[in-house]
């Protein structure tokens, strides 16, 4: 006994084409699947270094000047013209610098593919931060005792900034275990 044609070749019911070589399953990988999350330390870090710069508003830079860090804030903003020339640009890119770090570290919390652009970031900032403590200390001749409390927060924004923005830069994707 014969099969008719469409039974030989395979052919279905619902018009007579041949059923297809491969199955609509999707390809599965073998490799994990990254998880969108917060950059918890890196985050942690820069709004440390925001809230150092806050702080650094209410005690003196100087120690023989009895001036805050709010005061050298208001004088760089009343000579903006000069403020590279008086050296208040210093005080300016810390405390301003600082906000700008603290607003980068809550993004930081926020799940996302990557972090490294808002890392990038925070980078420059923190570059030009740096620069703000470097200069004085260069000026001083690294003489630590010329400047007060409020410098060495100063100097915490620099190096939590760097530390912050650092590790959301080389942090890649989390995968589950």
């Known amino acids: ?14 018009g007579g084409t041949p059923a297809p070589e ?3 399953t999707p390809q599965y990988s073998d490799r994990p699947v990254g998880i969108r999350g917060p950059e ?3 985050g942690l870090l820069l709004i440390l270094a925001g809230i150092a710069a806050g702080l650094s508003l209410l005690m003196d830079w100087l120690t023989d000047d009895d001036i805050s860090g709010w005061g050298l804030v208001r004088n760089g903003f009343d000579d903006l013209g000069n403020i590279f020339d008086d ?29 490294r652009f808002f890392g990038l970031l925070a ?32 100097i915490i924004v ?20």
């Open 40 to 42: 918890s330390l890196g």
């Open 87 to 115: 050296g208040l640009w210093q005080p300016l890119a810390v405390v301003l610098g600082g906000g700008v770090l603290f607003v980068l570290g809550i993004l930081m919390w926020l799940p996302m593919r990557s972090h």
């Open 158 to 177: 620099a190096v939590l900034g760097l530390l912050g923005s650092l590790k959301a830069i080389l942090t890649g994707k989390k995968h589950p275990r």
């Open 123 to 154: 980078l420059l900032v923190s570059l030009v931060v740096t620069a703000a403590v470097l200069v004085p200390l260069q000026d001083a001749d690294w003489d630590f005792g010329f400047f007060g409390p409020g410098f060495y927060c100063a």
């Open 1 to 14: 006994m014969s099969q008719p044609e469409n039974e030989r070749t395979g052919a279905t019911a619902y």
């Open 22 to 24: 491969h199955t609509t």
